[in-house]
């Protein structure tokens, strides 16, 4: 059973930290391109962060770099995201999203239920 499990939001003041954790099985992670995206209700979902299957690349949307960093763990089937000096405007559901790096004939993606961030004094 295919499954990602998103871990770690809250509330938090401007300015604070969170890290938020995925937890994947059912698949072989180590062969997965892995993003976090964020959505806050009535707009679309956004590519926050990025990164290949290996760890070797990441990348990032303009408004969180230098803020967040995105990690994994391929031994413990985790990727993370790291969110440091958030603002009120990071707020919103945070999903996890496994996409195969060499899909071949077939792609495969998965999503997460997601994690409510909310920044807010």
């Known amino acids: 059973q295919v499954q990602l499990v998103e871990s770690g939001g809250g509330l938090v003041q401007p300015g604070g930290s969170l890290r938020l954790s995925c937890a994947a099985s059912?698949?072989?992670?180590?062969?997965?391109?892995m993003r976090w995206y964020r959505q806050v209700s009535g707009k679309e979902r956004e590519l926050v962060a990025s990164?290949?299957?290996?760890?070797?690349?990441?990348s990032y949307v303009d408004s969180v770099k230098g803020r967040f960093t995105i990690s994994r763990d391929n031994a413990k089937n985790t990727v993370y995201l790291q969110m440091n000096s958030l603002k009120p405007e990071d707020t919103a559901v945070y999903t996890c999203?496994?996409?195969?790096?060499?899909?071949?004939?077939?792609?495969?993606?998965?999503w997460g239920q997601g994690t409510q961030v909310t920044v807010s004094s």
């Open positions: 990164i290949t299957s290996t760890g070797g690349t990441t």
């Open positions: 059912g698949f072989t992670f180590s062969a997965y391109n």
């Open positions: 999203n496994a996409v195969r790096a060499n899909p071949g004939w077939v792609q495969l993606a998965y």
